[in-house]
């Protein structure tokens, strides 16, 4: 898990990222 010492602001961007990289992976799988 990642550290809890990220500021407030950092986590959205975070799962963000993650969630835009999942999708794209899932599109990757698709086409």
Known sequence: MM???L???MIPLH???LHLKLA??????KF
């Open 15 to 17: 799962w963000l990222n």
């Open 24 to 29: 794209g992976f899932g599109l990757h799988l």
């Open 7 to 9: 500021p407030e602001w």
């Open 3 to 5: 550290s809890p010492a």
